[in-house]
Nanobody, 119 residues
Framework: QVQLVESGGGLVQAGASLRLSCTAS????????MAWFRQVPGNEREFVAS????????YYADSVKGRFSISRERVGSTIHLQMNNLKPEDTAVYYC????????????WGQGTQVTVSS
């Protein structure tokens, strides 16, 4: 079973930056779609950003456009979420997700990493 492990969360002040990382227990995500989601307790999990492992177009939620950037390492099986100009409303547990070839939805999930932004 492939495992996704997120890291990089923490407590920061508004306006600061954080970079989240997600590393898989397999060598590559070739052909997969990769994404970041976030969830606040009591709310549904919401989409943040996505990309195909092979490259191409990236997608972002309107709330993070221009501030967040999803990317991958050129070698290995790690993706990142660079988060700049963080706002208190970005506070959430951030999850890495992967959609395997043939899957209709994201079917691999990490355990999440907490991001807290103070005002």
């Amino acid at each position: 079973q492939v495992q996704l492990v997120e890291s990089g969360g923490g407590l920061v002040q508004a306006g600061a930056s954080l970079r989240l990382s997600c590393t898989a227990s397999q060598r590559t995500f070739s052909g997969y779609a990769m994404a970041w989601f976030r969830q606040v307790p009591g709310n549904e999990r919401e989409f943040v950003a996505s990309m195909r492992w092979s490259g191409g177009t990236t997608y972002y939620a309107d709330s993070v456009k221009g501030r967040f950037s999803i990317s991958r390492e050129r070698v290995g099986s790690t993706i990142h979420l660079q988060m700049n100009n963080l706002k208190p409303e970005d506070t959430a547990v951030y999850y890495c997700a992967a959609q395997r070839i043939g899957a209709r939805q994201y079917d691999l999930w990490g355990q999440g990493t907490q991001v807290t932004v103070s005002s």
